[in-house]
């Protein structure tokens, strides 16, 4: 086995043709490099210098040894600089999973601007999954922070809510309720969207709807809160989303804040307890949690 430390001595030399300069370069006395030398001659078995009193040379053995040398010890070099990087955290991998609301409301976007800024050679991946796909793979290990909407109970990962939102709700701009405070009784029997896969159920919707005191007709379900925004602004019926939506919504929907409704969206950032990137995971967890909470006006 050659140790890099050879091979430094032998580049050392061989650039300067010359053991007592080369010894000065390397901060070593003479007689050491000079034994050092003649260890790797004797574990190549081949001589890789003629030597007179005043230089060395390289023998044809040793020019080719030369150049490979370089290329080992610059790899050598990289793999150290690299394996460094890692363990602090300036480099890597990493994968996050969002749900929608960590865009609106700025949270994911301010993290990644900080990011790129102080970590240019991390590479990300990020996905936009269900909350429920998301913990799966995070267990898994396929993601590495994982921001959701409904706040799991697990003791195998650390949880941080990061907010509450208000559902708010959007009516076509030309229909009476926005235009006034909206009471329960008017919601009664009104066409209404859905979005069904943004981890909240039929049931829940449903609780909530009886808690306030209405019945909406159900029309549409959609999977985005995009679509239920442009549904609503086309005309086809009401809908209840993320107040940190409202502000994107197209022109011809309104929106009305609902006191009465006492039903909010959670945005929580969850991690496994262990992994192998953990200090750039903790730079980042730290950076999502600094943002404020989501906005709670439309």
């Known amino acids: 086995m050659i140790e890099l430390r050879l091979l430094r001595y032998f580049i050392a030399a061989a650039e300067t043709e010359h053991v007592g300069r080369a010894a000065q370069r390397l901060h070593i006395s003479q007689s050491p490099l000079s034994r050092q030398i003649r260890q790797l001659e004797e574990l190549l078995r081949v001589a890789l210098f003629t030597r007179d009193r005043r230089r060395i040379r390289l023998t044809a053995a040793g020019r080719w040894l030369l150049d490979a040398a370089r290329e080992v010890v610059a790899r050598g070099d990289a793999l150290v600089h690299d394996a460094r990087a890692l363990g602090s955290g300036a480099a ?35 996905r936009q999954l269900r909350s429920d796909v998301q913990l799966a793979q995070l267990r898994a290990g396929e993601l590495d922070l994982a921001l959701v909407h409904r706040v799991p109970r697990a003791t195998d990962l650390v949880v941080q809510l990061l907010g509450d939102q208000p559902y708010v709700l959007a009516v076509p701009a030309g229909n009476a309720l926005a235009r006034r405070p909206v009471r329960p009784a008017q919601l ?20 909530a709807w009886r ?22 602004g086309a005309g086809i019926g009401l809908a209840l989303v993320p107040v940190s939506y409202a502000a994107s919504r197209p022109r011809d929907v309104a929106i009305r804040r609902l006191p009465w409704l006492g039903m909010t969206s959670s945005l929580a950032l969850v991690r496994r307890r262990t992994s192998a990137a953990a200090p750039l995971i903790d730079d980042v967890a730290r950076w999502i949690t600094e943002e404020p909470p989501p906005a709670a006006r439309p």
Do not use: H, K, M, Y
Request: zero cysteines; charged letters at 20%.
């Open 92 to 126: 890597g991998q990493l994968a996050i999973g969002f749900v929608g609301a960590a865009l609106t409301t700025g949270v994911l976007p301010a993290a990644l601007r900080r990011l790129r800024s102080e970590r240019p050679a991390v590479r990300v991946a990020l």
């Open 211 to 232: 808690a306030a005191g209405f019945t909406p007709d159900v029309v549409v379900r959609v999977v985005e809160w995009a679509s239920a925004l442009a549904l609503v």
């Open 188 to 207: 009664d029997g009104q066409p209404w969207i859905v979005v069904a896969a943004a981890d909240d159920t039929d049931d829940r919707w449903s609780a």
